[in-house]
């Protein structure tokens, strides 16, 4: 079995264009549930073969996951997993049924993703120190973030040349390799536009990784470009103070620490923002297509999970759009005969 997870895997990254990300996600899954198998059978992983997948087995697995604490959620992600690599091993001929089929997935909790409020993001906004090189990068950061609603993975990932200032517009490859482009405000490239002469110091100063240099940001013009390929871009829009593409746990580190720096809440982080993002736009009467084109989901049901309604705006909703719910009865007494 483990030489048909290996197989999948190549099928992932070369047919189906998936991410590292993804690809290691799959591996991590498979692989667990391969070493429940030969738990249970008392062999070696090297032992396990493709008749040991049964509904019975993927039905026991997921019961020690609930056994272990796991939350439904990451239960469901395992079960995608290994119906995936069962319904490829039934396309290659290497079983005849499919036991996937027969497992029903765990119920997932319906959790509200944190977020912040539009005068809390405005204090986090402001929180960066625009002094200094680092916090105008800082502070470029989390107005780009919150004006276009990118992803931590992806906000990291933008080049130079990504970005056209004068459009307010930045081209993103998001999950599955896919492009978009993707406005955002004047704010934000006043920000962007303050950091840049800090980013050319950066990239250039003492300790800097020599690079060739970039050409800057379009002031105008077409906002999608070619893609590159093969080699990592040598112009990363937002470096650290050696001049490197900085990672995503570093953003991730940068926006907890304004965070605890302006608000008392918890749990607020760069997925945060990119709720807000969506949450605010909904709040002010956006499309929710419109902002399911502006996350990158491929899925309208994946953006309701990122906006939700307070009970204020459904009531609010409900008074505006309501025949009679702004009007009292007609003899201006109370309705009668309801309990």
Not at 17 to 39: G, R
Not at 197 to 210: F, I, K, N, T, V
Not at 269 to 287: C, K, V, W, Y
């Amino acid at each position: 079995m483990n030489e048909q997870i290996q197989s999948f895997l190549d099928y992932l990254r070369l047919n189906r264009n998936a991410s590292p990300h993804t690809v290691v996600a799959y591996e991590t899954d498979l692989l667990q549930f391969l070493s429940f198998l030969a738990a249970q059978a008392g062999r070696r992983r090297a032992e396990v073969g493709l008749d040991a997948i049964d509904r019975l087995a993927i039905r026991a697995y997921l019961g020690e996951l609930f056994r272990q604490g796991q939350s439904r959620a990451s239960a469901a992600r395992k079960l995608a997993a290994i119906r995936a690599f069962v319904r490829y091993l039934r396309r290659e001929g290497r079983i005849e049924q499919d036991p996937g089929l027969l497992v029903a997935t765990p119920r997932r909790d319906v959790k509200i993703p944190a977020h912040l409020d539009v005068d809390e993001m405005a204090r986090l906004l402001e929180t960066p120190d625009a002094r200094t090189p680092l916090g105008r990068r800082d502070r470029a950061i989390l107005e780009l973030f919150y004006a276009s609603g990118l992803r931590l993975s992806e906000l990291v990932g933008l080049d130079l040349d990504d970005l056209n200032l004068g459009a307010r517009l930045v081209r993103v490859m998001g999950k599955g390799g896919k492009q978009r482009v993707v406005p955002f405000n004047t704010a934000a490239a006043q920000a962007v536009n303050a950091y840049l002469p800090d980013r050319e110091s950066l990239r250039h100063g003492p300790g800097a990784r020599r690079v060739p240099a970039a050409a800057p940001p379009r002031s105008g013009g077409r906002a999608v470009r070619t893609l590159r390929q093969g080699a990592e871009p040598a112009h990363p829009l937002f470096v650290n103070y050696r001049g490197e593409r900085l990672s995503s746990r570093s953003v991730h580190r940068l926006v907890r620490r304004y965070v605890a720096a302006c608000s008392t809440r918890f749990g607020i982080s760069p997925h945060s923002i990119r709720h807000s993002f969506a949450t605010h736009l909904l709040e002010r009467g956006a499309d929710l297509r419109a902002i399911q084109e502006l996350l990158g989901h491929v899925r309208l049901s994946t953006t309701e999970r990122y906006t939700h309604v307070s009970a204020a705006q459904l009531l609010a909703v409900y008074k505006k759009a309501h025949p009679r719910a702004g009007s009292p009865p007609a003899d201006g007494g109370t309705v009668k005969g309801g309990r």
